[in-house]
């Protein structure tokens, strides 16, 4: 069966510090990856996405960016966080065009 | 842009009433998905819709696609504390990505 890890759950970083969160899937492969953000009581933005190696798809200028080694991990990046990039952090996979599956998430804290 | 508007954003009923959140689309979709988030964690897929007019149903859960493929509703009978939680409906425009709504925020006063 597929499972998809995300980590770390939480995490709190003062601004200017860089950020990395990463993201695999097992069962599967060549899934579409994507990263979403949730600020508290909000819906769901994407930022990422990926539909193969090395392919990424930006959905919102901003401080963060991603990148996709391996065909099932995807990692989230920033060189200087913001306060402005606190919130709920979501991966996400789904074979084509069906439901998605999210990670456990992680809430990550600027401070 | 591609939207997908979701009413109400929040929703208080009494345990044992009825929920309705709907789900609205300009443009017409190839299918649409609905999710749950219980607070705290993390959305779960329910179900995915794709016919025009199509009806599904899960226990105390109907869901159904409008003709036209631009709305969809979702309908919990007889409420339990259960069922707290954002309601996500997702839709695809036919790319690879889907659009999320605003989400329907149901609380239950036991």
């Known amino acids: 069966s597929q499972t998809i890890h995300q980590w770390p759950a939480t995490l709190v970083q003062p601004v200017g510090s860089p950020l990395s969160l990463e993201c695999t899937v097992e069962?599967?492969?060549?899934?579409?990856l994507y990263w979403y953000r949730q600020a508290a009581g909000r819906g769901l933005q994407l930022l990422f996405y990926?539909?193969?190696?090395?392919?990424i798809s930006s959905e919102v200028p901003q401080n963060l960016s991603a990148s996709r080694p391996q065909d099932r991990q995807f990692i989230l990046s920033s060189k200087k966080l913001l306060l402005s990039d606190s919130g709920f952090y979501l991966c996400a996979w789904s074979p084509r065009v069906a439901g998605y599956t999210f990670g456990s998430g992680t809430r990550l804290t600027v401070v | 842009g591609q939207q997908v508007m979701q009413i109400p954003q929040y929703q208080h009923v009494q345990e044992g009433e009825d929920f309705t959140t709907y789900c609205n689309s300009s443009t017409t979709l190839s299918n649409i998905q609905w999710y749950k988030q219980r607070p705290g964690g993390h959305p779960v897929f329910l179900i995915q819709l794709v016919k025009s007019g199509e009806v599904k149903k899960q226990k105390r859960l109907t869901f159904q696609f409008g003709e036209a493929k631009k709305n969809s509703s979702l309908h919990i009978t007889a409420t339990q504390t259960t069922d707290v939680g954002t309601y996500f409906c997702a839709g695809y425009f036919g790319n690879e990505k889907l659009t999320f709504g605003t989400g329907t925020r149901l609380t239950i006063i036991p």
């Open positions: 069962g599967t492969s060549n899934p579409n």
């Open positions: 990926s539909v193969g190696i090395g392919q």
